[in-house]
């Protein structure tokens, strides 16, 4: 892997954040570093990895780490190590995500009245940092602000936090309290109680729309200037009363129902305690979670990747309940846990992948105490979270994947729930019809026309019903898992026989052109690369469906080995290339594993190998994208234990590579499971294992293990080699998902034929599955009649058409066919993009319409351009009216062009008439909208040609979030109709 210069200065300074970052003592011999001492929390703070550096305690609802960001998208946790300037340091912080939310209350110590944070360019409270005078621990962070010589040390409980300032002199001591710092600020208050007691709340509004938070916090020293303070502003500037200088210590507690429960989680949880008592506490339990996997190795790096990615893994999801039990839930009302604890931050897109899965291994009542929390969700808010972030749904992601956490959670028999309830609540989840779900379940796969990410939502929806089925097979549901394992099949709906990817399905065509380095709207932050192989459900199935082992072996070596450039449009999430295989982003994160399924094992090695050792490291930017509330890291922690769940609800976990020489998994039920490295290389010759009271070993052949295996116990031992070797190559030993049950037939498809035509098209007929006969009708009168060959269409109409085999039917899908006018012709004086073409240039004269979604392939999309477009009508006319319509969608960068004029001209390109509508301003409003356009021409006859001429609105107003990036505005249009 080749290194950019920005890389390379990363892991030079992780060199020296070895020694310097960390709140490790340098007399400390390699041998009695603890799991604690070997976490850099500066990991992932460089590159796109999205990561804070700051204090937090497990699965802590407090993050109290720097800002040093105020927005941007790597700014999403408030730090990038890239940053020499602090604002101050805030109280809640996501780690890994592509979204700004957090930040809230801002405290900042300084030696004036700052009340304005100086990213204006005037003077301000912010203050210059150098990573040499800055450390992080669990639980810990330190740094020194050069601007004032203050020291600022910080730690946390679950629920409150400590900070400990040293000012240089007793003159002028201030703390800046800044509650508009970071998102958009709704409603707020500063409360003082008495001279060192504070209350108050900030409710602020962002990717989350109601982000309800308050505060308590106590000062060692008296508060002087309350008098001086307006409490109509958000920014104050609090002095100390500090003549002798001693240390200044703020003790803060948060909590989403009231100031009172921020209170009591502040005195319940710290009291009286010292910071250096706090610490203690907060550093024991991320030991005692850390020992939970106990590492025995040579190489001091690797041993420090780990711990720090388990750490990681355990800053999220965050508890969200006080200390009394009471929470605020998806309804905004205020709820009590009883015998559980609630949560919140469930990146589900990214964790149930791998991070889910190894807390089913290490982590089995905090597993229970999620799905309580998904329970009581579903009561409060009607149905399960997709990506909930401080108790709001947000929409955000794609499929139900809480399911499938539910699912393989109770396959491995963690249940401490209600089960029934959770049962409904899945099933409940699946049958709406948002989302593209309706025509995912009347059809078996969502339309390019009708849903964005079509073939991505498709893909994942169907891996959640095959979840849904197993555990209706195991709750002995029948009828609920023969439903359910069919609409699991539905991955095969969208697989092109000719090019061998899922794609689009646009109107019952293949969505053209098709490139699969291409990112566009079909999928979700990837390409048709990076989907090709999403059918963990039914690997098996899919193999077959490539043609067998030989074939989807060599899509395999092609992920790996393509040109890794990506062409559409920019997506900052692929990243981690190599080939095609992102690792920076979830959706190929199994992919290496599958050489297992055709046998080829040592592939599989070979890739995890180079993942492990290419594309993680001790330095800033060690992570190759973002962190992903824990997904990331996962996938470190479970492959480098040599083993990986490919098929989360299968309860196997497929063999990949073992990193360090011993591994001890210490588990809630007492027992250890431990797993040896013996020998050189990374190739596996053979593995053996033993019970945990068994006194000899028993050879495994097969590339996989069971989660039994592990919460029984006992010893699993690689025995590596440095050259490939014979085992678990024989099919019977390669580890197998395949659906049985309950098979259904894919519906056809039009392999040629146009949509839209001037005057006739040759419709073909194809199906999914070669063995399958075609039923087709045109119109709706009469019956259906067996596809033998194509057939010709030379008017509107609709056609029928469906597949059946071995008696069973597929679902029947109608498809509109358009005839417009063949003596139209049109030209464009500008360029559409490729990925918004809505099928080229005869789009706009096609008689086909486009939806609020500009992601439905029937938008046609040009960026910074003025609109140019004449369109011939083949013969003198006369004209009425011209009509057209624009989509705006500015959080999009879509927006309205200025104006819209329209000319005809007559026989020698002369102007017959004009007209000229200025357009409205798209606005601030975050809304979808759709603005039509007609033009009114009392009967103009002898026009030959009429000329449509838009003006793009250019570049981005100051108020947009693109402006910064010098963004420039996208212009979408749809069919021009001519009366």
Known sequence: MILDAKKALYLLLGCFLISSCQNVQESKLEE????????????????????????????????????????????????????????????????????????DILFMPTDQ????????????????????QEKASPGYYEVDLLDTNIKVRLTVSKRAGVHEYTFPDADSQYMILDLEHRDELLEHEFKPISKTQFSGKRFSKAWAANQMLFYYFETSHPIINLDEIDQDQAVYAL????????????????????????????????????????????????????DKIEITDNNLENKKIFYTSLYHTMLAPNIYND??????????????????????????????????????????????????????????????????????????????????????????????????????AMKHSSVQDHLGLKSYKEMGFIPVELESESVSKTLEYAYDDWTIAQMAKEMNRQEDYKTYIQRAQNYKNLYNPQTRFFQGRMRNTWFAPFDPAEVNFNYTEANAWQYSLYAPQDISGHINLMGGDDDYEKHLDQLFTAPQQTSGRHQADITGLIGQYAHGNEPSHHMAYLYNFVGKPHKTQERVYEIMNTLYQNAPDGISGNEDCGQMSAWYVMSTMGFYPVTPGSNQYIIGTPLFQEVNINLENGNNF???????????????????????????????????????????????????????????????????????????????????????????????????????????????????KPFEIDKPIVLTT????????????????????????????????????????????????????????????SQNQDLDITIDLGNLRAITTVSTAFLKDQRSWIFFPTDVEVELLGENDNIVASKKVQLPETGKEE?????????????????????????????????????????????????????
């Not at 009340?115 to 150098?130: C, E, I, M, P």
């Not at 009172?260 to 710290?270: P, S, V």
């Not at 808010?381 to 709001?392: A, E, R, V």
């Not at 006859?941 to 609105?953: E, I, N, P």
């Open 239 to 290: 002095k100390f009363d500090n003549p002798n200088n001693e240390k200044v210590t703020i003790k803060i507690g948060i909590s989403a129902v009231s100031a009172e429960g921020a209170k009591n989680n502040l005195n319940t949880e710290i009291g009286n305690k010292s910071f250096d008592q706090v610490l203690e506490e907060t550093q024991a339990l991320w030991k005692q979670e850390l």
């Open 674 to 788: 431990k797993i040896v490295k013996e020998g050189e290389g990374i190739y596996v010759a053979g593995v053996e294992y033993a019970f945990a009271k068994a006194e000899q070993p028993q050879s495994l052949s097969k590339s996989y293990i069971d989660h039994s295996m592990i919460m029984q116990g006992g010893t699993l031992t690689f025995k590596m080699s440095e050259t490939p070797e014979e085992w678990a190559t024989r099919s019977e030993d390669r580890p197998s998902t395949t659906i049985e049950d309950h098979l259904t037939v894919s519906p056809p498809f039009m392999a040629s034929g146009e949509i839209a035509f001037a005057k006739s098209t040759q419709v073909e007929l194809q199906s999914i599955d070669s063995n399958a006969t075609i039923f087709y009708r045109l119109g709706y009168k009469g019956g259906f009649k067996k596809y033998e």
């Open 802 to 861: 469906y597949a059946e085999r071995d008696g069973k039917k597929s679902t029947a899908i109608n498809t509109n066919l358009y005839k417009y006018d063949d003596r139209l012709t049109i030209k464009l004086g500008h360029k559409y993009a490729q990925q918004y073409s809505a099928g080229g240039d005869q789009a706009l004269i096609d008689g086909m319409r486009g939806t609020l979604d500009y992601r439905s392939g029937t938008w046609q999309g």
């Open 323 to 424: 200390v009394d039990g009471r929470y605020r839930g998806m309804d905004l009302k205020i709820h009590e846990a009883e015998n559980f604890d609630y949560y919140t931050v469930f990146s589900l897109w990214d964790t149930y992948r791998a991070a889910h899965p190894l807390y089913t291994i290490i982590d089995q009542k905090r597993t229970n105490d999620f799905i309580n929390t998904f329970n009581a969700k579903y009561d409060e808010g009607g149905i399960l979270p997709i990506w909930d972030l401080s108790g709001n749904y947000t929409g955000c992601m794609i499929g139900y994947h809480a399911i499938l956490v539910i699912a393989d959670a109770y396959l491995k028999g963690i249940n401490d729930y209600d089960v029934e309830k959770a049962f409904q």
């Open 113 to 132: 009245p700052y009340l304005n944070n100086g990213a204006d360019g005037k003077q301000g409270y912010r203050s210059s940092f150098s990573h040499d």
């Open 927 to 979: 809304v979808r909208a759709i603005h039509p356009v007609s033009l009114n021409f009392e009967l103009t006859k002898g026009v030959q040609k009429v000329r449509l001429k838009a003006g793009t609105a250019g570049k981005l107003p100051e108020w947009h979030l693109g402006y910064e990036h010098g963004g420039t505005a996208w212009t979408f249009i749809d069919e021009i109709s001519i009366n």
């Open 32 to 103: 009695e570093l603890t799991s604690l001492d070997l976490v850099n929390p500066f990991i992932g703070t460089g590159g796109h990895g999205h990561t804070y550096p700051g204090a937090s305690a497990p699965f802590g609802m407090m993050q109290l780490s720097p800002d040093t960001r105020l927005d941007g998208w790597d700014g999403c946790s408030g730090y990038h190590y890239s940053d020499s300037l602090v604002y101050g340091f805030s109280h809640t912080h996501l780690s890994g995500t592509g979204v700004s939310d957090y930040g």
